[in-house]
């Protein structure tokens, strides 16, 4: 129930703004309204819904300090991974990176936006789990759910076609064991993220809050 509900926000099946149907989750679900109620005030807690009295419930629209604050940290930590994985991580992991990456060449080429979607995740999972670092990893998972919003208002074949080559640079980084280059191409790309969500929200106001 909560996850089904998580997951629909998070694809934009119900946009940032959008209310909430409670009766027709019900009967998509075939639940009561009593677990939705619920499910939607622990979604509330994460930030991912906004109840208004007497009015019901809409998913949250995007709070822009919020996902600065988490691209800060995702910045902060990836770029510390990435700086690592140039010094430690092993030729098999390494390996998983380049399989990685022409999955995504041949997602951006065949324009598969969700294909795409997933193997950018995992692009970030594989440089994490190679390392050893599941604190880290659980830091960072804790921080994404609206930036995956984010990264999904955002999707577009040229952003993909941007983000795949960011990512070669930093795996060329990594690969030749380069690990200032590979902070600062991390940092970057995280960077980049922002800039263009900075226009983006400019232009889609509605869909965020910036206080």
Do not use: W
């Amino acid at each position: 129930m909560e996850r089904s509900l998580r997951s629909a926000i998070v694809a934009l099946d119900f946009e940032p703004g959008e209310f909430i149907d409670k009766g027709a989750v019900c009967t998509a679900l075939g639940v009561s309204r009593f677990p939705v109620s619920e499910a939607l005030g622990r979604l509330a807690a994460e930030g991912l819904v906004e109840i208004l009295p007497q009015r019901g419930s809409r998913a949250a629209r995007i709070r822009l300090p919020e996902i600065r604050e988490s691209m800060l940290i995702r910045q902060a930590l990836e770029g510390m991974v990435a700086e690592k994985a140039a010094e430690l991580l092993p030729t098999d992991a390494l390996e998983a990176l380049r399989r990685n990456l022409a999955e995504q060449e041949a997602a951006v080429s065949r324009g598969d936006r969700p294909g795409f979607y997933a193997l950018d995740l995992d692009f970030h999972t594989l440089l994490v789990e190679g390392l050893g670092l599941p604190r880290v990893a659980a830091v960072i998972d804790a921080s994404r759910a609206n930036i995956d919003r984010v990264r999904r208002l955002l999707s577009s074949p040229r952003r993909h076609a941007v983000t795949l080559s960011e990512h070669l640079e930093i795996f060329r980084a990594i690969e030749g064991r380069d690990p200032g280059a590979a902070r600062r191409a991390m940092e970057a790309h995280l960077e980049a993220v922002m800039d263009e969500l900075g226009r983006f929200s400019a232009e889609h106001e509605d869909a965020f809050v910036d206080s």
